[in-house]
Each structure stands twice: as C-alpha cells, then as structure tokens.
C-alpha cells in the first residue's frame, strides 16, 4: 500500500497480531504518535534513520530492534541518504493509532 512516506506492505493481521514490512523514502517519516494498547517491535532491515521515543532522539541502523510499549509518544523517519527498510510487529492490532501531527 502506498503511503505518502513510503510503502507498507502487510504481511499477517490477526486477532493476536500483525507483520508489516516497510520501506519509508529518504527523508520522510511517519506522524507523531502513540498507541493505547498495542506493543509495537521494529526491526531495521535496511538504511540509517532517526527515531523519537517519549521524547529521547535516536539513531537507527541496519541490525537494531526496538519495542515501544503503550502510550510511548514515536516517530520514526528515514534519512536523507538513504530509504529505511522496517519489519514492523505489532501485538495486539494493527490500527489503534492516536496520531499527533498532521503535516
């Protein structure tokens, strides 16, 4: 599916959870935003980018993971050098985000 950072592609959506692999365009990102009960898992397949957790920057690479648990305030945004791959795991939904930003 295209987005206008990027492309999702859903991998598995069920009642216990969701896998979504994407690929967010050097230099864009998603919205700010956090999640009432959902767990979110990323995993950097690919690329260099920043995230913002509950308020702390961070650099992202290739090989990392992070688990941003409920009501965590993130974004995440690619590079301006290169696209940023993703494997996104999320339990329990996939939609049951409170965005924060339009832009």
């Known amino acids: 599916m295209e987005k206008r950072w990027g492309t999702e592609y859903i991998i598995d959506d069920n009642e216990t959870y969701s896998i979504k ?29 920043f995230m913002i957790r509950n308020g702390l920057f961070h650099e992202i690479e290739k090989g990392q993971c ?4 409920p009501r965590i305030i993130h974004k995440v945004w690619a590079s301006i050098k ?18 924060l930003e339009i832009d």
């Open 21 to 49: 692999f994407m690929i967010i365009k050097k230099g864009k990102h998603h919205h700010l935003k956090y999640h009432y009960e959902k767990t979110e898992t990323l995993f950097v397949v690919r690329g260099t980018g």
């Open 66 to 69: 992070y688990t941003i648990l």
């Open 82 to 99: 290169e696209d940023l791959v993703l494997l996104e795991v999320n339990c329990p939904s996939l939609e049951e985000s409170v965005c």
